[in-house]
Nanobody, 124 residues
């Protein structure tokens, strides 16, 4: 059974940084594209970033380009999201997602597996 477990969220002041991790189990990690999404209260789950199976292709939402960096370590079954220059509007629950495919989608409905999420709160 595929499991994704996020960690690394927390409370940080504006301008600060966090590093989110998502560790996977139950499948061959390197076969899956991994994505990060976020959902603020009362809002849809929105795309943040995604990385291809090999890690050579990364995609970002315009709102986080230049501030967030996605990476993966296939030997550790883990995908990371480095959050820098955080803003209050980055406050949300951040979810890790996986799809067994070569594409790197930006739509939540295209992902098959999801973690439970980790809360990121940025104070002004």
């Amino acid at each position: 059974q595929v499991q994704l477990v996020e960690s690394g969220g927390g409370l940080v002041q504006a301008g600060g940084s966090l590093r989110l991790s998502c560790t996977a189990s139950g499948y061959t990690f390197s076969w899956y594209t991994l994505g990060w999404f976020r959902q603020a209260p009362g809002q849809d789950r929105n795309f943040v970033s995604a990385v291809s199976r090999s890690g050579d292709t990364a995609r970002y939402a315009d709102s986080v380009k230049g501030r967030f960096t996605i990476s993966r370590d296939n030997s550790q079954n883990t995908v990371y999201l480095q959050l820098n220059s955080l803003k209050p509007e980055d406050t949300a629950v951040y979810f890790c997602a996986a799809i067994h495919d070569t594409v790197v989608p930006t739509t939540a409905s295209e992902y098959t597996y999801w973690g439970q999420g980790t809360q990121v709160t940025v104070s002004s």
